[in-house]
């Protein structure tokens, strides 16, 4: 089911759904999609969209861990080295269960210490050995010369050499909506842009929520014999509508990635990792979509629903990327610049058990609210699992099966065949380049995308980008896109790619929406100013 209207009728019916879901990130869809799969009566509300949070603004990276893996062997934390372990396995699943929206990527650390060598490369040998029969290959030493003929934008003065190893990389806002699509297909009832109001009590007890849709206005009850609060870095603000005296649960702090042309990036579909600056960050330049991705920043930060760049952070990134490479790089280079939160626990003695891993907890309130707060996107199928197996327990809940997400193909992913990107440029006739996008994109639900670029939505989006302008219309009408920056953000990543590419495809895109759905002169104007401050936040 891909209407909108009938899921929004669904949620209206007055039935008590089992389980009430509140936030569509990845932890959110994934417990939606975990619990549907298990026979349970499923409802969840997204007040923006999909992926409109942290879950759509991080490095891209489907990873086990590598400094979590450092602090378990440093400290030896078990805790940290299930982290690893678990996080590692939940790689293997993802490349399986999502093989056209996740890659195999090799990664390279340089070292400019001698006392590096051996420790980098048995750390990285144990991260091998962690990942067991879901490895993605086995991590081998450069020597200095090696690395430079391979990685020739690397500082040479001082480079002893490197380790080579794998992880994983991903589309993460298409991965969201996967879920989200795969968990409507499960028989959840889903719907983006359905803000809680505040919630319903019988007895001091939580037994629903009160929503309002976004764009009409309407108000409604949805009843549920469980509420979960999966709101990522709004979490705390759900608790306190819950529980004005509730002690905060998390520290958030915001992390900034800059978008540079593909010269920039390394060779070869391979990115290159700085495990430490000289403040304790990590720094990542990878391939991306035809770009380079640089990141990440760590700052203190307040919950909000769009963070802003800040010259302090790129400077930060501009200044760590000259130290480690001769790349030429100058300011105005800069394609994209976006900001996201990442949600900390700060009191892990929130966890209502010590078997949770230490990334995510897992917290009661006293009238039966449940938040799942912390982790990570790699693990967000193991904080869905965890976070389902809780609420049967405590609410009584009764599925019909056990967990079995590990199983379940997502949306696009069930037919899917690596190498049919030709055919479908060759039977709807159009460029290599978009025909390799739209696969990997949509996965086998490609052809469908391709039927509506027909006519005058054949044609690119942009010059310069495998988008084509009949994505949009797919995206109207069957991927729930309400708002300009749901497509230009998330349903393609053109603003977070080309920001001065968005805001020239952006009067295309509000003219069709209007079209298509039957927006006033008014409603566009708003819909204009909220995308102009959507785009002008990252630079």
Not at 138 to 165: D, I, N, Q
Not at 322 to 346: K, T
Not at 450 to 471: D, N, R
Request: charged share 25%; glycine share 10%; aromatic share 8%.
């Amino acid at each position: 089911m891909t209407d909108r209207g009938a899921l929004l009728d669904k949620l209206m019916k007055g039935n008590t759904f089992d389980l009430l879901v509140i936030g569509g990130g990845a932890t959110g869809c994934g417990i939606a999609l975990d619990a549907a799969s298990r026979g349970l009566q499923v409802a969840l509300a997204e007040q923006g969209d999909f992926a409109c949070g942290t879950s759509g603004r991080s490095t891209k990276l489907l990873h086990g861990g590598v400094r979590y893996l450092e602090a378990a062997l440093l400290h030896f934390d078990r805790v940290q080295f299930n982290l690893v372990r678990d996080a590692l396995h939940e790689r293997g699943v993802l490349l399986g269960i999502a093989p056209h929206l996740c890659r195999r990527l090799t990664l390279a650390t340089p070292l400019y210490s001698c006392a590096e060598v051996p420790y980098v490369f048995a750390g990285l040998k144990i991260y091998d050995l962690l990942a067991g029969s879901a490895g993605l290959g086995s991590s081998r030493f450069l020597g200095r010369a090696e690395m430079l003929a391979r990685f020739p934008m690397l500082k040479g003065e001082g480079l002893k050499g490197g380790v080579l190893y794998y992880d994983g990389q991903f589309n993460d806002a298409r991965m969201n909506l996967a879920l989200a699509l795969t968990a409507i297909g499960e028989g959840a009832a889903v719907a983006n842009h359905l803000e809680v109001v505040g919630f319903l009590n019988r007895d001091g007890r939580i037994n629903g929520a009160r929503v309002r849709e976004r764009f009409s206005g309407r108000q409604w009850e949805i009843r549920a014999r469980c509420v979960v609060n999966a709101c990522g870095p709004s979490a705390d603000r759900l608790r306190l509508m819950d529980d004005p005296d509730a002690a905060p649960l998390l520290q958030v702090s915001s992390g900034i990635h800059i978008v540079l042309p593909r010269r920039f990036a390394p060779p070869d579909g391979a990115g290159i990792t700085i495990p430490r600056t000289e403040d304790g960050r990590v720094l990542f330049i990878l391939p991306w979509l035809g770009g380079c991705l640089v990141g990440t920043t760590d700052e203190p930060a307040s919950p909000c629903a769009n963070p802003a760049v800040t010259e302090h952070d790129v400077d930060y990134l501009l200044r760590h990327v000259g130290r480690y490479f001769d790349l030429g790089l100058d300011r105005c280079e800069i394609r994209a610049a976006w900001a996201g939160l990442r949600p900390l626990v700060r009191d892990l003695s929130a966890a209502d058990t010590a078997k949770l891993a230490r990334d995510h907890v897992i917290s009661r309130s006293p009238s039966g609210l449940i938040t799942i707060a912390g982790g990570k996107w790699t693990t967000y199928r193991k904080m869905a699992l965890d976070t389902v197996d809780y609420a049967v327990r405590v609410a009584g809940l009764a599925p019909a099966r056990q967990c079995r997400t590990d199983r379940i193909i997502l949306w696009g992913g069930e037919g899917f065949r690596p190498d049919a990107a030709p055919a479908l440029a060759s039977e709807y006739g159009i460029s290599p380049e978009s025909a390799w996008h739209l696969h990997r994109s949509y996965g086998d639900q490609a052809p469908r995308v391709a039927e509506l670029c027909s006519g005058p939505f054949h044609e690119p989006l942009l010059p310069g980008h495998p988008y084509l302008k009949g994505e949009l219309l797919y995206a109207l009408r069957r991927e729930f896109a309400l708002q300009p920056a749901d497509f230009l953000v998330r349903r393609i990543p053109l603003a977070l790619l080309d920001n001065r590419g968005a805001r020239a495809a952006a009067p295309f895109v509000l003219e069709t929406m209007a079209r298509e759905l039957g927006w006033d002169e008014g409603r566009l104007a708003k819909e204009r100013q909220e995308l102009d401050l959507r785009l002008s936040l990252a630079l």
